[in-house]
Protein backbone atom coordinates (compact mmCIF):
# COMPACT_ATOMS: atom_id res chain seq x y z
CA UNK A 1 0.00 0.00 0.00
CA UNK A 2 1.33 3.57 -1.12
CA UNK A 3 2.42 5.22 2.37
CA UNK A 4 0.14 8.07 3.29
CA UNK A 5 1.25 11.76 2.86
CA UNK A 6 -0.15 14.63 5.04
CA UNK A 7 -2.32 16.16 2.60
CA UNK A 8 -3.38 12.82 0.20
CA UNK A 9 -6.47 10.56 1.38
CA UNK A 10 -4.92 6.99 1.56
CA UNK A 11 -8.05 5.79 1.46
CA UNK A 12 -8.13 6.69 -2.33
CA UNK A 13 -5.19 4.51 -2.18
CA UNK A 14 -6.66 1.46 -1.34
CA UNK A 15 -6.33 -1.92 -3.48
CA UNK A 16 -8.51 -5.03 -3.08
CA UNK A 17 -5.91 -7.30 -1.50
CA UNK A 18 -5.50 -3.92 1.25
CA UNK A 19 -9.10 -4.94 2.60
CA UNK A 20 -9.29 -8.51 2.32
CA UNK A 21 -5.62 -8.79 4.46
CA UNK A 22 -7.43 -6.74 6.93
CA UNK A 23 -10.92 -7.93 6.98
CA UNK A 24 -10.79 -11.74 5.66
CA UNK A 25 -12.64 -12.89 2.48
CA UNK A 26 -15.97 -13.72 4.78
CA UNK A 27 -16.11 -10.58 5.88
CA UNK A 28 -15.29 -8.72 2.91
CA UNK A 29 -17.63 -10.58 1.05
CA UNK A 30 -20.70 -9.67 3.10
CA UNK A 31 -19.36 -5.97 3.22
CA UNK A 32 -19.48 -5.61 -0.77
CA UNK A 33 -22.89 -6.69 -0.41
CA UNK A 34 -23.98 -4.92 2.45
CA UNK A 35 -22.11 -1.52 0.91
CA UNK A 36 -24.41 -2.90 -2.53
CA UNK A 37 -27.58 -3.20 -0.74
CA UNK A 38 -26.98 0.66 0.67
CA UNK A 39 -27.26 -0.26 4.04
CA UNK A 40 -24.58 1.97 5.12
CA UNK A 41 -27.44 5.03 6.37
CA UNK A 42 -25.11 7.62 7.02
CA UNK A 43 -20.82 8.17 6.73
CA UNK A 44 -18.66 10.78 7.99
CA UNK A 45 -14.94 11.22 8.31
CA UNK A 46 -13.34 12.59 11.27
CA UNK A 47 -10.05 15.34 11.34
CA UNK A 48 -7.78 12.94 12.13
CA UNK A 49 -8.57 10.91 9.17
CA UNK A 50 -11.01 8.01 10.10
CA UNK A 51 -14.32 6.96 8.94
CA UNK A 52 -17.91 7.06 10.88
CA UNK A 53 -20.49 5.25 9.81
CA UNK A 54 -23.60 3.43 11.03
CA UNK A 55 -24.73 0.71 9.39
CA UNK A 56 -28.08 -1.62 9.22
CA UNK A 57 -27.10 -5.42 10.55
CA UNK A 58 -29.66 -6.83 12.41
CA UNK A 59 -29.89 -3.76 14.13
CA UNK A 60 -28.27 -1.03 13.78
CA UNK A 61 -24.15 -0.78 14.12
CA UNK A 62 -21.60 1.87 14.49
CA UNK A 63 -18.00 1.42 13.27
CA UNK A 64 -15.12 3.55 13.02
CA UNK A 65 -12.47 2.96 11.02
CA UNK A 66 -8.50 4.17 10.73
CA UNK A 67 -5.92 3.88 8.29
CA UNK A 68 -2.57 4.20 9.81
CA UNK A 69 0.73 3.50 8.67
CA UNK A 70 -1.15 1.38 5.79
CA UNK A 71 -2.83 -0.62 7.69
CA UNK A 72 -6.54 -0.66 8.56
CA UNK A 73 -8.71 -1.32 11.77
CA UNK A 74 -11.97 -0.61 12.94
CA UNK A 75 -14.41 -0.83 15.38
CA UNK A 76 -18.01 -1.84 15.82
CA UNK A 77 -21.08 -1.80 17.85
CA UNK A 78 -21.54 -4.92 16.53
CA UNK A 79 -21.13 -8.73 18.46
CA UNK A 80 -17.83 -9.37 16.06
CA UNK A 81 -16.30 -5.91 17.45
CA UNK A 82 -13.64 -5.13 15.46
CA UNK A 83 -12.51 -5.78 11.64
CA UNK A 84 -15.86 -6.98 10.39
CA UNK A 85 -18.00 -6.37 7.62
CA UNK A 86 -19.75 -3.34 8.81
CA UNK A 87 -16.60 -1.80 8.27
CA UNK A 88 -15.86 -2.67 4.78
CA UNK A 89 -18.94 -1.86 3.52
CA UNK A 90 -18.43 1.88 5.04
CA UNK A 91 -14.93 1.84 3.60
CA UNK A 92 -16.97 0.92 0.09
CA UNK A 93 -19.18 3.18 0.46
CA UNK A 94 -16.82 6.12 1.50
CA UNK A 95 -15.08 4.95 -1.60
CA UNK A 96 -18.26 5.21 -3.73
CA UNK A 97 -19.05 8.71 -2.95
CA UNK A 98 -15.70 9.97 -3.58
CA UNK A 99 -15.36 9.06 -6.65
CA UNK A 100 -18.79 9.48 -7.66
CA UNK A 101 -17.40 13.24 -6.42
CA UNK A 102 -19.70 13.20 -3.71
CA UNK A 103 -18.61 15.35 -0.60
CA UNK A 104 -18.49 13.38 2.92
CA UNK A 105 -18.90 15.95 6.19
CA UNK A 106 -16.55 15.75 8.77
CA UNK A 107 -17.58 15.20 11.82
CA UNK A 108 -17.63 17.29 15.28
CA UNK A 109 -16.69 16.05 18.66
CA UNK A 110 -20.54 16.57 19.79
CA UNK A 111 -21.83 14.72 17.27
CA UNK A 112 -23.54 11.39 18.81
CA UNK A 113 -22.14 9.55 15.76
CA UNK A 114 -19.02 9.70 17.30
CA UNK A 115 -19.83 8.60 20.76
CA UNK A 116 -22.23 5.87 19.70
CA UNK A 117 -19.07 4.28 17.30
CA UNK A 118 -16.22 4.40 20.30
CA UNK A 119 -18.67 3.22 23.20
CA UNK A 120 -18.09 -0.43 21.53
CA UNK A 121 -21.01 -3.08 21.35
CA UNK A 122 -21.65 -3.10 25.38
CA UNK A 123 -22.57 1.10 25.48
CA UNK A 124 -24.32 0.68 22.11
CA UNK A 125 -27.26 -1.02 24.66
CA UNK A 126 -26.99 1.74 27.45
CA UNK A 127 -26.18 4.52 25.66
CA UNK A 128 -28.74 6.54 27.42
CA UNK A 129 -26.44 6.85 29.94
CA UNK A 130 -24.17 9.73 28.16
CA UNK A 131 -24.75 13.18 29.37
CA UNK A 132 -26.17 14.72 26.35
CA UNK A 133 -29.34 12.02 26.06
CA UNK A 134 -29.42 12.15 30.20
CA UNK A 135 -30.11 15.61 29.38
CA UNK A 136 -32.60 15.48 26.67
CA UNK A 137 -34.29 13.22 28.94
CA UNK A 138 -33.77 15.66 31.72
CA UNK A 139 -35.72 18.02 29.61
CA UNK A 140 -38.47 15.25 28.00
CA UNK A 141 -39.07 14.91 31.79
CA UNK A 142 -39.79 18.05 32.60
CA UNK A 143 -42.27 18.67 29.58
CA UNK A 144 -44.23 15.55 30.54
CA UNK A 145 -44.94 16.43 34.12
CA UNK A 146 -46.36 19.81 32.21
CA UNK A 147 -49.32 18.10 30.94
CA UNK A 148 -52.58 17.37 31.51
CA UNK A 149 -53.58 13.52 32.24
CA UNK A 150 -55.77 13.02 28.90
CA UNK A 151 -52.54 14.81 26.98
CA UNK A 152 -50.55 12.27 28.45
CA UNK A 153 -52.51 8.86 27.37
CA UNK A 154 -53.40 10.36 24.12
CA UNK A 155 -49.24 10.62 23.54
CA UNK A 156 -48.54 7.17 24.51
CA UNK A 157 -51.77 5.60 23.09
CA UNK A 158 -50.83 7.18 19.83
CA UNK A 159 -47.43 5.84 20.29
CA UNK A 160 -48.23 2.44 21.56
CA UNK A 161 -50.00 1.92 17.61
CA UNK A 162 -46.67 2.95 16.35
CA UNK A 163 -44.15 1.27 18.25
CA UNK A 164 -44.70 -2.31 18.80
CA UNK A 165 -43.02 -2.80 22.25
CA UNK A 166 -44.52 0.25 23.54
CA UNK A 167 -47.80 -1.28 22.69
CA UNK A 168 -46.64 -4.92 24.32
CA UNK A 169 -45.10 -3.52 27.15
CA UNK A 170 -48.28 -1.20 27.52
CA UNK A 171 -50.86 -4.21 27.03
CA UNK A 172 -49.04 -6.29 29.72
CA UNK A 173 -48.55 -3.96 32.35
CA UNK A 174 -52.60 -3.18 31.82
CA UNK A 175 -52.84 -6.75 32.33
CA UNK A 176 -51.08 -7.30 35.43
CA UNK A 177 -52.40 -4.30 37.27
CA UNK A 178 -55.64 -6.58 37.43
CA UNK A 179 -54.89 -9.96 37.38
CA UNK A 180 -51.71 -12.13 38.41
CA UNK A 181 -48.45 -12.40 36.36
CA UNK A 182 -49.32 -16.35 35.48
CA UNK A 183 -50.89 -15.84 32.46
CA UNK A 184 -47.98 -13.17 31.04
CA UNK A 185 -44.97 -15.83 32.44
CA UNK A 186 -46.96 -18.38 30.79
CA UNK A 187 -46.84 -16.64 27.13
CA UNK A 188 -43.01 -15.48 27.97
CA UNK A 189 -42.77 -19.10 28.04
CA UNK A 190 -44.45 -19.84 24.52
CA UNK A 191 -42.53 -16.94 23.07
CA UNK A 192 -39.28 -18.37 24.19
CA UNK A 193 -40.22 -22.31 23.44
CA UNK A 194 -40.93 -20.52 19.55
CA UNK A 195 -37.82 -18.49 19.88
CA UNK A 196 -35.57 -21.75 20.35
CA UNK A 197 -37.08 -23.67 17.88
CA UNK A 198 -36.32 -20.47 15.10
CA UNK A 199 -32.99 -20.48 16.48
CA UNK A 200 -32.51 -24.41 15.79
CA UNK A 201 -33.86 -23.51 11.89
CA UNK A 202 -31.42 -20.39 11.80
CA UNK A 203 -28.28 -20.59 9.36
CA UNK A 204 -25.50 -19.78 11.37
CA UNK A 205 -23.11 -19.96 8.86
CA UNK A 206 -24.96 -18.36 5.79
CA UNK A 207 -23.78 -15.05 4.23
CA UNK A 208 -27.18 -13.95 3.22
CA UNK A 209 -29.19 -14.63 6.85
CA UNK A 210 -29.66 -11.43 8.78
CA UNK A 211 -32.75 -12.86 10.15
CA UNK A 212 -31.87 -13.59 13.54
CA UNK A 213 -34.72 -14.63 16.14
CA UNK A 214 -35.41 -11.63 17.78
CA UNK A 215 -35.65 -11.48 21.97
CA UNK A 216 -37.15 -8.24 21.98
CA UNK A 217 -40.47 -8.98 22.67
CA UNK A 218 -38.98 -11.22 25.78
CA UNK A 219 -37.25 -8.53 27.27
CA UNK A 220 -39.95 -5.98 27.14
CA UNK A 221 -42.31 -8.64 28.52
CA UNK A 222 -39.59 -9.44 31.35
CA UNK A 223 -38.93 -5.57 31.73
CA UNK A 224 -43.10 -5.20 32.29
CA UNK A 225 -43.05 -8.11 34.77
CA UNK A 226 -40.37 -6.41 36.61
CA UNK A 227 -41.86 -2.80 36.48
CA UNK A 228 -44.96 -4.01 37.55
CA UNK A 229 -43.20 -5.53 40.84
CA UNK A 230 -43.16 -9.17 39.96
CA UNK A 231 -39.14 -9.33 40.68
CA UNK A 232 -38.79 -12.92 41.92
CA UNK A 233 -41.09 -14.43 38.77
CA UNK A 234 -38.29 -13.60 36.37
CA UNK A 235 -35.82 -15.79 38.34
CA UNK A 236 -36.93 -18.96 36.98
CA UNK A 237 -36.63 -17.68 33.45
CA UNK A 238 -33.53 -16.43 33.99
CA UNK A 239 -32.53 -20.23 34.28
CA UNK A 240 -34.01 -21.55 31.51
CA UNK A 241 -32.74 -18.49 28.90
CA UNK A 242 -29.36 -19.89 30.22
CA UNK A 243 -29.80 -23.64 30.25
CA UNK A 244 -31.58 -23.22 26.64
CA UNK A 245 -29.03 -20.72 25.35
CA UNK A 246 -26.06 -23.08 26.21
CA UNK A 247 -27.92 -26.35 23.82
CA UNK A 248 -27.23 -23.93 20.76
CA UNK A 249 -24.38 -21.10 21.77
CA UNK A 250 -21.96 -23.46 19.62
CA UNK A 251 -23.48 -22.89 16.21
CA UNK A 252 -23.81 -18.88 17.38
CA UNK A 253 -20.17 -18.16 15.78
CA UNK A 254 -20.63 -14.27 15.99
CA UNK A 255 -22.65 -13.98 19.63
CA UNK A 256 -25.82 -12.35 17.41
CA UNK A 257 -27.90 -14.82 19.85
CA UNK A 258 -25.94 -14.47 22.58
CA UNK A 259 -26.27 -10.67 22.96
CA UNK A 260 -29.94 -11.29 22.92
CA UNK A 261 -30.10 -13.23 25.81
CA UNK A 262 -27.29 -11.33 27.74
CA UNK A 263 -29.83 -8.85 26.71
CA UNK A 264 -32.97 -10.34 28.96
CA UNK A 265 -30.18 -11.47 31.05
CA UNK A 266 -29.73 -7.65 32.33
CA UNK A 267 -33.24 -7.40 33.13
CA UNK A 268 -32.96 -11.05 35.13
CA UNK A 269 -29.96 -8.85 37.21
CA UNK A 270 -32.15 -6.26 38.04
CA UNK A 271 -34.86 -8.42 39.14
CA UNK A 272 -32.49 -10.33 41.44
CA UNK A 273 -31.04 -6.91 43.10
CA UNK A 274 -35.17 -6.44 43.77
CA UNK A 275 -36.38 -9.99 44.53
CA UNK A 276 -37.33 -11.07 47.98
CA UNK A 277 -34.36 -13.71 48.33
CA UNK A 278 -31.86 -12.98 51.51
CA UNK A 279 -28.50 -11.56 50.12
CA UNK A 280 -27.18 -14.81 50.24
CA UNK A 281 -29.78 -16.18 48.22
CA UNK A 282 -29.37 -13.66 45.71
CA UNK A 283 -25.24 -14.23 45.68
CA UNK A 284 -25.77 -18.10 45.12
CA UNK A 285 -28.51 -17.22 42.68
CA UNK A 286 -26.01 -15.09 41.01
CA UNK A 287 -23.34 -17.72 40.97
CA UNK A 288 -25.88 -20.78 39.59
CA UNK A 289 -26.17 -18.23 36.37
CA UNK A 290 -22.82 -17.75 36.27
CA UNK A 291 -22.33 -21.59 36.30
CA UNK A 292 -24.47 -21.97 33.46
CA UNK A 293 -22.35 -18.98 31.28
CA UNK A 294 -20.17 -21.87 29.74
CA UNK A 295 -19.98 -19.11 26.19
CA UNK A 296 -19.14 -16.17 28.58
CA UNK A 297 -22.14 -14.34 27.61
CA UNK A 298 -22.32 -12.23 30.71
CA UNK A 299 -19.50 -9.67 31.68
CA UNK A 300 -19.16 -9.53 35.35
CA UNK A 301 -22.73 -7.98 36.19
CA UNK A 302 -22.47 -4.85 38.81
CA UNK A 303 -24.66 -7.39 41.16
CA UNK A 304 -21.75 -8.12 42.60
CA UNK A 305 -20.66 -4.60 42.86
CA UNK A 306 -23.95 -3.73 45.82
CA UNK A 307 -22.88 -2.82 49.07
CA UNK A 308 -23.80 -6.36 50.93
CA UNK A 309 -22.71 -6.17 54.84
CA UNK A 310 -19.54 -8.48 55.72
CA UNK A 311 -22.11 -10.81 57.95
CA UNK A 312 -24.01 -10.89 54.31
CA UNK A 313 -20.73 -12.02 52.54
CA UNK A 314 -20.69 -14.41 55.60
CA UNK A 315 -23.45 -16.12 55.10
CA UNK A 316 -22.92 -16.70 51.76
CA UNK A 317 -19.12 -17.73 52.21
CA UNK A 318 -21.41 -20.27 54.51
CA UNK A 319 -23.36 -21.42 51.98
CA UNK A 320 -20.45 -22.17 49.93
CA UNK A 321 -18.31 -24.11 52.06
CA UNK A 322 -21.87 -26.24 53.11
CA UNK A 323 -21.66 -26.80 48.98
CA UNK A 324 -18.78 -27.96 48.78
CA UNK A 325 -18.45 -30.25 51.36
CA UNK A 326 -21.73 -32.07 50.32
CA UNK A 327 -21.58 -31.62 46.59
CA UNK A 328 -17.56 -33.96 47.82
CA UNK A 329 -19.62 -36.46 49.77
CA UNK A 330 -22.13 -36.85 46.86
CA UNK A 331 -20.39 -36.35 44.10
CA UNK A 332 -22.68 -33.88 42.97
CA UNK A 333 -22.80 -33.71 39.11
CA UNK A 334 -23.08 -30.44 39.35
CA UNK A 335 -19.47 -29.54 40.71
CA UNK A 336 -17.63 -32.40 39.05
CA UNK A 337 -16.12 -30.70 36.66
CA UNK A 338 -12.97 -28.73 37.39
CA UNK A 339 -13.60 -24.93 36.38
CA UNK A 340 -16.63 -25.21 38.09
CA UNK A 341 -15.42 -26.17 41.33
CA UNK A 342 -12.53 -24.05 41.14
CA UNK A 343 -15.13 -20.88 40.14
CA UNK A 344 -16.73 -21.78 43.28
CA UNK A 345 -13.70 -21.98 45.46
CA UNK A 346 -12.58 -18.52 43.77
CA UNK A 347 -15.79 -16.94 44.82
CA UNK A 348 -15.28 -18.31 48.64
CA UNK A 349 -12.27 -16.97 48.71
CA UNK A 350 -13.96 -13.53 47.55
CA UNK A 351 -16.78 -13.98 50.30
CA UNK A 352 -14.03 -14.32 52.95
CA UNK A 353 -12.04 -11.38 52.26
CA UNK A 354 -15.61 -9.56 52.39
CA UNK A 355 -16.79 -11.36 55.47
CA UNK A 356 -13.60 -10.06 57.18
CA UNK A 357 -12.30 -13.84 57.28
CA UNK A 358 -9.29 -13.45 55.89
CA UNK A 359 -7.47 -15.60 57.82
CA UNK A 360 -9.48 -18.47 56.22
CA UNK A 361 -8.45 -17.92 52.69
CA UNK A 362 -4.90 -19.31 52.80
CA UNK A 363 -5.43 -22.91 54.65
CA UNK A 364 -8.03 -23.36 52.39
CA UNK A 365 -5.73 -22.54 49.36
CA UNK A 366 -3.60 -24.91 50.32
CA UNK A 367 -5.75 -27.54 50.40
CA UNK A 368 -7.19 -27.23 47.27
CA UNK A 369 -3.98 -27.00 46.25
CA UNK A 370 -3.49 -30.42 47.28
CA UNK A 371 -6.68 -31.44 46.44
CA UNK A 372 -7.10 -30.20 43.14
CA UNK A 373 -4.15 -28.85 42.25
CA UNK A 374 -4.96 -25.36 42.59
CA UNK A 375 -1.57 -23.87 43.29
CA UNK A 376 -1.62 -20.80 41.17
CA UNK A 377 -4.36 -19.50 43.58
CA UNK A 378 -2.60 -20.39 46.21
CA UNK A 379 0.46 -18.66 44.91
CA UNK A 380 -1.06 -15.52 43.84
CA UNK A 381 -2.88 -15.00 46.98
CA UNK A 382 0.62 -15.34 49.34
CA UNK A 383 2.50 -13.28 47.04
CA UNK A 384 -0.66 -10.82 47.66
CA UNK A 385 -0.08 -11.30 51.46
CA UNK A 386 3.43 -10.35 50.96
CA UNK A 387 5.85 -14.16 51.90
CA UNK A 388 7.32 -14.34 48.89
CA UNK A 389 9.55 -17.52 50.52
CA UNK A 390 6.48 -19.00 51.21
CA UNK A 391 5.00 -18.79 47.43
CA UNK A 392 8.29 -20.07 45.85
CA UNK A 393 8.05 -23.06 47.89
CA UNK A 394 4.64 -23.60 46.78
CA UNK A 395 5.20 -23.15 43.48
CA UNK A 396 8.32 -25.83 43.30
CA UNK A 397 6.15 -28.17 44.85
CA UNK A 398 3.48 -27.46 41.90
CA UNK A 399 5.73 -27.39 38.97
CA UNK A 400 7.06 -30.86 40.03
CA UNK A 401 3.59 -32.27 40.99
CA UNK A 402 1.67 -30.44 37.96
CA UNK A 403 4.60 -31.27 35.34
CA UNK A 404 3.58 -34.05 34.09
CA UNK A 405 -0.49 -33.93 34.45
CA UNK A 406 -1.20 -30.53 34.08
CA UNK A 407 1.33 -29.06 32.15
CA UNK A 408 -0.41 -25.85 31.62
CA UNK A 409 -0.78 -25.63 35.63
CA UNK A 410 3.45 -25.97 35.70
CA UNK A 411 3.76 -23.54 33.27
CA UNK A 412 1.81 -20.87 35.09
CA UNK A 413 3.83 -21.35 38.25
CA UNK A 414 7.32 -21.22 35.98
CA UNK A 415 5.84 -18.13 35.00
CA UNK A 416 4.74 -16.88 38.00
CA UNK A 417 8.76 -17.62 39.24
CA UNK A 418 9.74 -15.64 36.26
CA UNK A 419 8.00 -12.92 37.34
CA UNK A 420 9.08 -13.26 40.69
CA UNK A 421 13.29 -13.22 39.34
CA UNK A 422 12.28 -10.38 36.63
CA UNK A 423 11.58 -7.99 39.46
CA UNK A 424 14.27 -9.26 41.22
CA UNK A 425 16.24 -8.42 38.22
CA UNK A 426 18.13 -11.76 38.23
CA UNK A 427 18.79 -12.10 34.75
CA UNK A 428 20.97 -14.65 35.15
CA UNK A 429 18.31 -16.78 36.90
CA UNK A 430 15.54 -15.59 34.55
CA UNK A 431 18.01 -16.90 31.27
CA UNK A 432 18.46 -20.21 33.12
CA UNK A 433 14.59 -20.26 33.53
CA UNK A 434 14.10 -19.69 29.84
CA UNK A 435 16.58 -21.77 28.67
CA UNK A 436 14.73 -24.74 30.21
CA UNK A 437 11.68 -23.87 28.77
CA UNK A 438 13.44 -23.36 25.60
CA UNK A 439 15.21 -27.11 25.41
CA UNK A 440 12.19 -28.81 27.63
CA UNK A 441 9.18 -27.37 24.80
CA UNK A 442 11.17 -26.09 21.88
CA UNK A 443 9.24 -23.24 20.09
CA UNK A 444 9.75 -20.14 18.90
CA UNK A 445 8.12 -18.09 22.07
CA UNK A 446 9.90 -19.68 24.62
CA UNK A 447 13.24 -19.20 21.74
CA UNK A 448 12.32 -15.60 21.66
CA UNK A 449 12.16 -15.33 25.23
CA UNK A 450 15.57 -16.90 26.25
CA UNK A 451 16.80 -14.33 24.00
CA UNK A 452 15.75 -11.28 25.21
CA UNK A 453 16.85 -12.92 28.99
CA UNK A 454 20.29 -13.53 27.16
CA UNK A 455 21.11 -10.17 25.86
CA UNK A 456 20.28 -8.76 29.14
CA UNK A 457 23.15 -10.62 30.29
CA UNK A 458 25.72 -10.51 27.05
CA UNK A 459 25.54 -14.25 26.44
CA UNK A 460 23.20 -14.60 23.64
CA UNK A 461 25.40 -15.51 20.68
CA UNK A 462 26.58 -18.81 22.82
CA UNK A 463 23.63 -19.85 24.07
CA UNK A 464 22.16 -18.79 20.23
CA UNK A 465 24.86 -21.62 19.00
CA UNK A 466 23.77 -23.78 21.56
CA UNK A 467 19.87 -24.08 20.63
CA UNK A 468 20.90 -24.36 17.08
CA UNK A 469 23.18 -26.99 17.44
CA UNK A 470 20.18 -28.90 18.80
CA UNK A 471 17.66 -28.12 16.58
CA UNK A 472 19.42 -28.94 13.86
CA UNK A 473 21.30 -32.56 15.16
CA UNK A 474 20.23 -32.81 18.54
CA UNK A 475 23.07 -31.82 20.42
CA UNK A 476 22.78 -30.91 23.92
CA UNK A 477 25.93 -31.19 26.66
CA UNK A 478 23.35 -31.78 29.51
CA UNK A 479 21.94 -35.00 27.85
CA UNK A 480 25.25 -36.57 28.19
CA UNK A 481 26.26 -36.34 31.54
CA UNK A 482 26.06 -39.25 34.26
CA UNK A 483 25.03 -37.69 36.98
CA UNK A 484 21.95 -37.97 39.31
CA UNK A 485 22.36 -34.34 41.00
CA UNK A 486 20.38 -32.25 38.64
CA UNK A 487 22.29 -30.28 36.26
CA UNK A 488 22.69 -26.75 34.49
CA UNK A 489 20.81 -26.47 31.31
CA UNK A 490 24.07 -25.30 29.68
CA UNK A 491 26.73 -26.49 31.88
CA UNK A 492 29.68 -23.60 32.29
CA UNK A 493 26.76 -20.79 30.85
CA UNK A 494 24.04 -20.90 32.88
CA UNK A 495 23.40 -21.94 37.03
CA UNK A 496 20.78 -24.64 38.09
CA UNK A 497 17.21 -23.33 38.94
CA UNK A 498 16.16 -26.44 40.63
CA UNK A 499 13.88 -27.39 38.19
CA UNK A 500 15.15 -29.51 35.51
CA UNK A 501 14.48 -33.09 35.25
CA UNK A 502 16.59 -34.49 32.54
CA UNK A 503 13.66 -37.16 31.50
CA UNK A 504 11.20 -33.84 31.05
CA UNK A 505 13.10 -32.74 28.32
CA UNK A 506 11.11 -33.42 24.91
CA UNK A 507 12.75 -35.60 22.29
CA UNK A 508 13.18 -34.49 19.02
CA UNK A 509 13.97 -35.30 16.02
CA UNK A 510 16.05 -33.25 14.45
CA UNK A 511 16.74 -31.53 12.31
CA UNK A 512 14.13 -29.56 13.47
CA UNK A 513 13.04 -28.10 10.22
CA UNK A 514 9.68 -25.92 11.49
CA UNK A 515 11.17 -24.60 14.12
CA UNK A 516 14.66 -23.32 12.44
CA UNK A 517 12.60 -22.10 9.74
CA UNK A 518 10.22 -19.87 11.63
CA UNK A 519 13.56 -18.83 13.66
CA UNK A 520 14.98 -17.33 10.53
CA UNK A 521 11.45 -16.07 9.67
CA UNK A 522 11.80 -14.25 13.09
CA UNK A 523 15.47 -12.88 11.88
CA UNK A 524 14.91 -12.28 9.08
CA UNK A 525 17.11 -14.09 7.45
CA UNK A 526 15.75 -14.87 3.96
CA UNK A 527 18.55 -17.46 3.10
CA UNK A 528 18.26 -20.13 5.79
CA UNK A 529 14.37 -19.83 5.27
CA UNK A 530 14.33 -20.78 1.61
CA UNK A 531 17.49 -23.17 2.77
CA UNK A 532 15.14 -25.17 5.39
CA UNK A 533 12.33 -25.08 3.84
CA UNK A 534 13.89 -26.43 0.41
CA UNK A 535 15.36 -29.18 2.78
CA UNK A 536 11.75 -29.70 4.66
CA UNK A 537 9.65 -30.56 1.39
CA UNK A 538 11.80 -33.47 0.75
CA UNK A 539 11.27 -34.89 4.09
CA UNK A 540 7.64 -35.95 2.82
CA UNK A 541 6.41 -37.38 5.93
CA UNK A 542 7.42 -34.28 7.95
CA UNK A 543 6.65 -31.32 5.69
CA UNK A 544 3.02 -33.03 5.17
CA UNK A 545 2.40 -33.11 9.15
CA UNK A 546 3.84 -29.54 9.65
CA UNK A 547 3.61 -27.65 5.92
CA UNK A 548 0.25 -26.03 6.65
CA UNK A 549 -0.76 -23.01 4.71
CA UNK A 550 -0.50 -20.60 6.80
CA UNK A 551 2.71 -21.39 7.71
CA UNK A 552 3.58 -22.04 4.17
CA UNK A 553 2.30 -17.94 3.60
CA UNK A 554 5.02 -17.46 5.91
CA UNK A 555 7.56 -18.74 4.22
CA UNK A 556 6.34 -16.96 1.47
CA UNK A 557 6.12 -13.35 2.72
CA UNK A 558 9.60 -13.71 3.96
CA UNK A 559 11.54 -14.92 0.74
CA UNK A 560 9.12 -13.26 -1.74
CA UNK A 561 11.24 -10.57 -2.37
CA UNK A 562 14.82 -12.26 -2.37
CA UNK A 563 13.62 -16.09 -3.55
CA UNK A 564 9.97 -14.61 -5.40
CA UNK A 565 10.24 -17.88 -7.19
CA UNK A 566 9.76 -19.57 -4.38
CA UNK A 567 6.70 -17.56 -2.78
CA UNK A 568 5.04 -17.77 -6.21
CA UNK A 569 5.02 -21.26 -6.24
CA UNK A 570 3.32 -21.92 -2.64
CA UNK A 571 0.95 -19.33 -3.46
CA UNK A 572 -0.19 -20.86 -6.78
CA UNK A 573 0.02 -24.46 -5.29
CA UNK A 574 -2.55 -22.67 -2.16
CA UNK A 575 -4.65 -20.81 -5.32
CA UNK A 576 -5.40 -24.18 -6.53
CA UNK A 577 -6.18 -26.01 -3.62
CA UNK A 578 -9.00 -23.58 -2.29
CA UNK A 579 -10.45 -23.33 -6.13
CA UNK A 580 -10.99 -27.27 -6.31
CA UNK A 581 -13.07 -26.85 -2.70
CA UNK A 582 -15.68 -25.13 -5.11
CA UNK A 583 -17.05 -22.95 -2.32
CA UNK A 584 -17.45 -19.25 -2.75
CA UNK A 585 -15.82 -18.86 0.56
CA UNK A 586 -12.64 -20.86 -0.55
CA UNK A 587 -12.70 -18.91 -3.89
CA UNK A 588 -12.34 -15.51 -1.71
CA UNK A 589 -9.38 -16.96 0.08
CA UNK A 590 -7.53 -17.82 -2.80
CA UNK A 591 -7.84 -14.42 -4.32
CA UNK A 592 -5.70 -13.36 -1.66
CA UNK A 593 -2.85 -15.44 -2.91
CA UNK A 594 -3.98 -14.84 -6.21
CA UNK A 595 -3.43 -10.69 -5.90
CA UNK A 596 0.17 -11.97 -3.90
CA UNK A 597 1.04 -13.57 -7.57
CA UNK A 598 0.02 -10.54 -8.74
CA UNK A 599 1.80 -8.32 -6.93
CA UNK A 600 5.08 -9.79 -6.77
CA UNK A 601 5.68 -11.13 -10.93
CA UNK A 602 4.38 -7.19 -11.27
CA UNK A 603 6.70 -6.19 -8.59
CA UNK A 604 9.79 -7.95 -10.59
CA UNK A 605 8.93 -7.12 -14.07
CA UNK A 606 6.68 -9.87 -14.98
CA UNK A 607 4.13 -8.53 -15.65
CA UNK A 608 2.94 -10.85 -18.98
CA UNK A 609 3.81 -13.86 -16.81
CA UNK A 610 1.13 -12.71 -14.64
CA UNK A 611 -1.66 -11.69 -17.10
CA UNK A 612 -0.80 -15.18 -18.56
CA UNK A 613 -1.67 -16.91 -15.88
CA UNK A 614 -5.12 -15.01 -14.84
CA UNK A 615 -6.35 -15.72 -18.42
CA UNK A 616 -5.13 -19.52 -17.73
CA UNK A 617 -7.15 -19.66 -14.48
CA UNK A 618 -10.07 -17.95 -15.98
CA UNK A 619 -10.10 -20.66 -18.59
CA UNK A 620 -8.94 -23.92 -16.98
CA UNK A 621 -12.19 -22.56 -14.38
CA UNK A 622 -14.46 -20.86 -16.93
CA UNK A 623 -17.94 -22.80 -15.32
CA UNK A 624 -17.36 -21.07 -11.96
CA UNK A 625 -18.86 -18.18 -12.21
CA UNK A 626 -18.70 -16.32 -8.62
CA UNK A 627 -14.86 -17.04 -9.39
CA UNK A 628 -15.18 -15.35 -12.57
CA UNK A 629 -16.05 -12.79 -10.86
CA UNK A 630 -13.35 -12.27 -8.06
CA UNK A 631 -10.89 -12.71 -10.86
CA UNK A 632 -12.43 -9.82 -12.43
CA UNK A 633 -11.11 -7.54 -9.47
CA UNK A 634 -7.64 -8.90 -10.06
CA UNK A 635 -7.15 -6.34 -12.47
CA UNK A 636 -7.95 -3.09 -10.52
CA UNK A 637 -4.54 -2.29 -8.85
CA UNK A 638 -7.01 0.38 -6.66
CA UNK A 639 -10.60 -0.10 -5.39
CA UNK A 640 -11.07 3.45 -7.33
CA UNK A 641 -9.39 4.89 -9.63
CA UNK A 642 -7.75 8.42 -10.09
Not at 50 to 73: D, H, P, W
Not at 331 to 347: C, H, K, M, Q, T
Not at 544 to 567: D, G, H, Q
Request: one cysteine or more.
Amino acid sequence: MPSESKDADPFKELRWSDIQDWAGGKATAKGMKYQEEERVKEIKSTPEGSLIARVQGTTEYFTEVSLENGKLSSICTCPVGHDCKHGVAAVLEYLERIEQGEEVPVITDKDLLITRARIGSAGAETFGTFDAEESSLQNLRKYLEQLEKPELIEILVAFAKKDSLLGLYLRDRQKLASENPAGIITGIYSELDELWRETGDYDYWSYENENVPDFSDVQVRLESLLDSGHPDELLDIGKALMDKYDGIAEYDEEGEIGTKVSNCMDVVFKALSQSSLYAYEKMLYALEIELKDNYNILDEHPFWKEDFSQEEWRLFAESLKFRLQEAEKTENALYNSSWEWDYIVDRLVDALGKAGLSEEIIPICELEAERSGSYVRLVRILLDSGDKEKAEEWIYRGIKETREEEPGTAHQLWQILLEIKENEENWLFVTALEAEEFFRYPQLASYIGMREAARKLGKWQEIREAALRYLRNGELQVNQLRTTEEPSILPGILPKTGLLEIGSLTKIKPPVFDLLIKIAIQENNPEEVACWYEKFKKNRGEAERYLNSAFENEIANAVKEKYPEIAIEIWKKHTETLISKTKVSSYEAASVYIRKVKETLEAIGKKKEWEAYLRDTRELHRHKRKLLEILDMMGEDRIISG
